[in-house]
C-alpha cells in the first residue's frame, strides 16, 4: 500500500492510515507528560479509594431502596420466597411513603416568582460601586450646598443636623438602590435557572432523596449549546437560525455515579469523582473546546468508539437490574457507551511542579491546588486547575435525614426498612393463610376408595364410592378438616407496622389524603396535626436549603457577577433561603394579608402605610390568586404616572395651581392620603 504523503500547494493529501499513525502519535506524546502521566496515577489511586469505600458501606443499600421503590424482592430474598412455596406480594409501602414525601417538597421547593424558595436580600451594609455611592451622596447633600452657594448663614448645629440628616437619607437611598439590584439579579438569576433546566433536574433530584442515601445536584455548568432565535435580515424579515453560545445549565446526578472521598462528610471537603457514560456524539462534542485534548478524545474515539469501555465497575448489572433495565443489554453494552471519571480535588503544589506543570502557577509549592481531571481508560482527556475562584466543586447534596460526620444519610427508604420487611411478611402470611382456609383439608384413605374415583379435585354435591374396610373397623374413609384463619391477628400486625412506617418517616397517611382518627375528625384537630407533621419536613426542607439552594445560587451570583455586563445587577446582596419557612406559612399567608388589608383601613394607618405601601400589598394579594396582576395592580411607575396625572387635572378642574408632590410617589390632599388616585373629584 502506497503511504506516501503529497503536498500541493497550501494543501497536503496523506492516506488514512499515516493520519491516524500520526494522531495516535500526537496523543501518545501527550499522555507520555510527566503532567499527565502522574495525575492520570493519581486519579486511579483515588478512584479506587473511593469505589472501594462506597461498595463496602452504601452501594448494597441503594440498591435495595431502589428494589424497594418498585415493590421488588431481592434476589436472595425472592429465592428464599419460592423455596417455601407461597405468595409473592409485596405490600408496598415505601413507594407511597416516598411518592407523598415527594409530592410534599414539591409544592414548597418548586415554587415560582413571588412563593419561590429562596430570595435575594442587600446585606446589612451594602457595598455598591464608588460611582453609584457618590451620585447618591451629591443628590442628598445637594439642598445644603445650594444654601451656603447663596451666602445663607446656617448655624453650626442646624449644619450638624442637617448632616445627619443627610448621612441617613444618603443610607437610605444606597439601601434602595442595593434593593432595587438584588431585585433585578433575583430575577435574572430565575431566569437562568428556568432556561437552564434547573427545575427538571430538581424534580428528579427529589424522587432521589426520598429514595437514595443523598441526593446529587450539578451546576452552573457552562456549555456551549445552539440554541434558535430569530434573526433581523437586510430585507428587514425575521428568520429563525440556530446560533451557538455559552449557557449554565443544572444537571441531576445519580447517586449512583457520585464517589466522594471516604473521610468526606459533604461535597467540598476531599476530592470527589463523577462516573459518566459518554456516547460518540458526547466525546465528539468535547473536540475544540476549551481545556480538552483533541488528540487523546480522538485516540478514545478510535480505541473504543466502536465496541465501548465498560472497565470501571462491577455491579452495573445489579444497578441496572434495581432500575427495571434490561440487564442483557446493559452487560454486553450494545449501546457502545464510553465510561469515564471525572476528577475534582486539591493536589499538593509540589506534585504538580514535579509532574512539570509550570512553576510559575504554583507559586507556594506547599499549598494545595484543585483540579479537573477526565479519565478514559488510558486516556487523560482534560487537565485544568479549578476555574472556580473559591475552588469550589458544582456539586451540591442533601438527605431526607442528616446522620452527623457522614456523607450519606438516610432516605424513607431507609427509614421506613424494618415496617416494609414485616409488613411483607405479614402480607404473604395473609394471602397464603386465605388459601389455605378457604376450603377443607381432605384425608382420603385410598384403599378404601372403589375403582376409578378421581381424588384430585373436591366439588360440590359429590357422591363418593367406598368400600368396606377389610379389617371392619369403623374408621371413615374420606375425613375432612377445617383449617383454622388467622387473618384477623395477621391484618393487625401488618396494620401496626403500617402506622410504624408512619412513625419511623414522619409522613402520616393523613398527608396524602387519608382520613385521620381522633383529633383528626374535626378541622382544627387535623390542623393541629398537620402543623406537628409540618415540623418534620421543614427539618428536611431546611437540608435542602442548606445544602442545595444557598450554595448553589451563590455560586450562580458570583457567575453573574464575573461575568455579565448589565451594571445594574453589580450589587451587594446575599442569598436567603426560606423554603423552610415557607412551610408554615404558606397556607396562612393570603389570609393574614388579608387581615391586614381590613385592619390598616383606616386614615390613621393610612398616613403611616402610605398610597404606595398599600399598593405593594396588594400587589402581593393579587399575585397568590392566580390572575394577570399589572392588569388588576399596576406596577408602581405606573401607579405614580396616573397619581399624578390625575392630581393635575383634579386641580386644574378647580382652578387651582398643581402643588409640588410631598413625598416620592404619593400626593396628598388636606393634609390626607388621596384615596381615589384614578377619578377627578365630582364638582
Not at 492516506?15 to 486511579?44: C, F, W, Y
Request: net charge negative; with cysteine; charged share 25%.
Amino acid at each position: 500500500m502506497d503511504n506516501s504523503v503529497i503536498q500541493l500547494g497550501m494543501v497536503r493529501a496523506a492516506p488514512l492510515t499515516v493520519v491516524m499513525d500520526e494522531e495516535r502519535k500526537a496523543a501518545q506524546e501527550v499522555q507520555d507528560q510527566p503532567i499527565v502521566s502522574g495525575l492520570s496515577n493519581h486519579v486511579r489511586k483515588c478512584w479506587m479509594q473511593a469505589r472501594t469505600a462506597k461498595q463496602m458501606t452504601v452501594e448494597v443499600r441503594m440498591i435495595q431502596n431502589m428494589r424497594a421503590r418498585r415493590g421488588e424482592y431481592d434476589p436472595e430474598k425472592l429465592s428464599q420466597i419460592r423455596e417455601m412455596g407461597g405468595s409473592e406480594i409485596y405490600a408496598n409501602l415505601t413507594s407511597v411513603k416516598c411518592r407523598s414525601a415527594a409530592s410534599w417538597l414539591r409544592d414548597v421547593l418548586m415554587a415560582t416568582g413571588s412563593e419561590r424558595p429562596w430570595t435575594l436580600r442587600p446585606t446589612p451594609v451594602p457595598e455598591l460601586s464608588p460611582d453609584i455611592n457618590e451620585q447618591i451622596v451629591m443628590k442628598v447633600a445637594m439642598p445644603l450646598k445650594e444654601a451656603m452657594l447663596q451666602g445663607q448663614q446656617v448655624p453650626q448645629d442646624q449644619v450638624v443636623q442637617m448632616m445627619k440628616d443627610l448621612k441617613e437619607e444618603a443610607k437610605n437611598d444606597i439601601m434602595e438602590e442595593a434593593r432595587r439590584k438584588a431585585a433585578l439579579m433575583a430575577d435574572k438569576m430565575e431566569d437562568q435557572l428556568v432556561q437552564g433546566g434547573f427545575l427538571k433536574a430538581l424534580d428528579a433530584f427529589i424522587d432521589d432523596i426520598t429514595t437514595f442515601p443523598t441526593a446529587v445536584l450539578k451546576g452552573p455548568v457552562v456549555r456551549r449549546k445552539k440554541s434558535m432565535k430569530w434573526v433581523k435580515g437586510n430585507n428587514g424579515k425575521y428568520t429563525v437560525q440556530a446560533k451557538e453560545g455559552l449557557t449554565v445549565e443544572w444537571d441531576r446526578v445519580s447517586p449512583f455515579n457520585i464517589y466522594p472521598s471516604p473521610a468526606a462528610t459533604h461535597p467540598q471537603e476531599g476530592y470527589l469523582i463523577e462516573k459518566h457514560r459518554l456516547s460518540r456524539e458526547d466525546l465528539n462534542e468535547m473536540i475544540g473546546v476549551e481545556g480538552y485534548s483533541d488528540a487523546s478524545i480522538r485516540m478514545v474515539l478510535e480505541d473504543y468508539g466502536r465496541g465501548g469501555l465498560r472497565e470501571w465497575l462491577t455491579n452495573d448489572v445489579a444497578i441496572a437490574s434495581s432500575e427495571g433495565k434490561a440487564t442483557t443489554q446493559i452487560a454486553q453494552n450494545v449501546d457502545g457507551l464510553i465510561d469515564a471519571i471525572q476528577f475534582w480535588g486539591p493536589v499538593q503544589g509540589r506534585a504538580l511542579i514535579e509532574w512539570g506543570m509550570d512553576a510559575k502557577e504554583i507559586p507556594d509549592s506547599m499549598k494545595d491546588y484543585h483540579v479537573e481531571v477526565w479519565l478514559v481508560g488510558n486516556y487523560v482527556i482534560k487537565a485544568v486547575l479549578n476555574y472556580d475562584p473559591l475552588n469550589r466543586k458544582p456539586y451540591y447534596t442533601a438527605s431526607f435525614e442528616d446522620v452527623p460526620g457522614s456523607f450519606w444519610g438516610n432516605a424513607v427508604a431507609d427509614l421506613v426498612r424494618d415496617p416494609q420487611i414485616v409488613a411483607n411478611a405479614a402480607a404473604r402470611s395473609i394471602v397464603n393463610n386465605m388459601g389455605i382456609a378457604s376450603g377443607p383439608q381432605v384425608v382420603v384413605n385410598v384403599d378404601r376408595l372403589a375403582a376409578g374415583e378421581d381424588i384430585t379435585q373436591l366439588t360440590p354435591w359429590r357422591i363418593w364410592q367406598v368400600n368396606n374396610d377389610p379389617t371392619g373397623s369403623n374408621q371413615q374413609p374420606i375425613t375432612f378438616n377445617q383449617p383454622d384463619s388467622r387473618i384477623g391477628e395477621l391484618m393487625a400486625v401488618f396494620e401496626k407496622f403500617n402506622d410504624m412506617a408512619d412513625e419511623y418517616s414522619g409522613i402520616p397517611k393523613y398527608m396524602s389524603g387519608d382520613s385521620a382518627g381522633g383529633a383528626g375528625r374535626t378541622a382544627s384537630g387535623l390542623s393541629m396535626l398537620m402543623g406537628n407533621a409540618n415540623k418534620g419536613i421543614k427539618q428536611v426542607i431546611s437540608n435542602v436549603d442548606m445544602g442545595i439552594f444557598t450554595p448553589m445560587l451563590e455560586r450562580l451570583y458570583d457567575w453573574n457577577m464575573e461575568y455579565s455586563d448589565d451594571p445594574d445587577l453589580k450589587g451587594d446582596a446575599q442569598i436567603v433561603a426560606r423554603g423552610a419557612a415557607s412551610v408554615m406559612i404558606k397556607d396562612t399567608a393570603q389570609l393574614r394579608r388579608n387581615e391586614f388589608l381590613a385592619a390598616t383601613a383606616n386614615p390613621i394607618d393610612m398616613q403611616i402605610v402610605g398610597v404606595e405601601g398599600r399598593h405593594a400589598i396588594l400587589r402581593e394579594t393579587a399575585k397568590n390568586l392566580d390572575m394577570d396582576v399589572d392588569k388588576v395592580v399596576p406596577t408602581l411607575s405606573t401607579f405614580q404616572k396616573k397619581t399624578a396625572a390625575a392630581q393635575m387635572l383634579q386641580q386644574q378642574q378647580q382652578g387651582t395651581p398643581p402643588a409640588a408632590p410631598t413625598g416620592e410617589g404619593q400626593q396628598l390632599q388636606n393634609g390626607a392620603p388621596i384615596t381615589d388616585n384614578f377619578a377627578p373629584s365630582p364638582q
